[in-house]
């Protein structure tokens, strides 16, 4: 019985690429020099430091902008607000991976309005999809792209 699986996954790879590319071009412009300004991977994702709130948001749009470069899509981004640390400010950048229950929901319920004959369940932070015929499968992925969700989806697993 043909399946696939729905899934919102993130290129790690390309995210230390970006970030590494932001870290370089921050290190070498102008605007940029004497403000203390870092980028660095921690538990919570990706924080970037420097003396003031303006600095900060444009170190994280330099980031932003090698994210956008490398393919990673901004929906995986989840941005937080300066907040006040040490002797400057402080910005928390988490990306998100996997599809969250709500998420889930929503996706199923939509392909079971859509009356195909194919059956979706929710399997940890993805979804399997199985069908009787590949013209469903292949209908259910264009819907799943109609549906707006701030995830990025991607179709996996393809079996015949």
């Known amino acids: 019985m043909p399946s696939f699986d729905i899934v919102s996954k993130v290129q790690w790879n390309e995210v230390e690429n970006a970030l590494n590319q ?8 102008y605007d940029f020099k004497d403000t203390e300004t870092s980028l660095e991977r921690s538990e919570e994702g990706i924080t970037l430091r420097s003396t003031t709130e303006d600095r900060v948001k444009a170190a994280f749009g330099v980031l932003q902008e090698k994210l956008i470069k490398r393919k990673v899509s901004l929906k995986q981004v989840e941005v937080g607000e300066p907040e006040p640390s040490g002797k400057g400010q402080r910005l928390v950048v988490k990306i998100k991976e996997g599809i969250e229950a709500e998420h889930a929901r929503k996706i199923v319920g939509r392909i079971k309005e859509s009356k195909l004959k194919v059956q979706a369940s929710m399997q940890e932070q993805q979804i399997r999809v199985t069908g009787k015929n590949k013209d469903d499968l292949q209908q259910v992925i264009q819907l799943a792209r109609g549906i707006d969700l701030p995830l990025d989806l991607q179709f996996i697993n393809f079996r015949d």
Not at 22 to 29: F, L, T
């Open 22 to 29: 932001a870290q370089k071009e921050i290190g070498q412009r």
